[in-house]
Every structure is written in C-alpha cells, then in structure tokens.
C-alpha cells in the first residue's frame, strides 16, 4: 500500500451513492463520470462500500431527495477512538 510522506497510508477518493435518472448511482468524489448505471438503491450501496473498502475511504448515500442519508468510514479511523 502506498503511503504518504507522514507515514500514514494514502486514501482514495470518497464514494457517493446518489440519486440518478429515477435510480441509484456510484461516483468517486472528484471525478467527472458514473462507476455504475443507474440501479437499486440495494444494490449501489453495495458496490459502493466495495469501493470505499478499496480506497480506504468514506462511503456517503444520499437520499431520493439528495440529502444525505448516512455516512461510513472504511479507512482512517484509530482503534480504539480517543476520548
């Protein structure tokens, strides 16, 4: 795994599940095209959080109206959580 010059390792870009064309789609934060056709909302939380495992990133599902819906971390959390 690639890591930064602090040490840490590098994490990929951020996945959204969003709303798309009446279904659900998956994007990568920052990149202007769609991972995935539009499908069932199931089924792109799913390939999204596959995703975010990957990239070691935060996986974010927005809502039919396009708020967001939930938030998972899949990366750069310590364990145990301070405080």
Do not use: C, T
């Not at 390939?47 to 819906?69: D, F, K, M, T, Y």
């Amino acid at each position: 795994m690639a890591r930064s010059k602090a040490g840490k390792p590098r994490l990929g870009p951020n996945v959204w599940v969003i709303h798309y064309r009446g279904r659900f789609s998956v994007k990568e934060e920052g990149s202007p095209g769609y991972l995935a056709p539009p499908m069932p909302q199931r089924m792109a939380i799913a390939i999204g959080r596959l995703i975010a495992r990957v990239n070691r990133s935060e996986l974010i599902i927005q809502g039919e109206h396009g708020r967001i819906r939930a938030r998972d971390s899949h990366g750069a959390d310590s364990y145990p959580p301070k405080g």
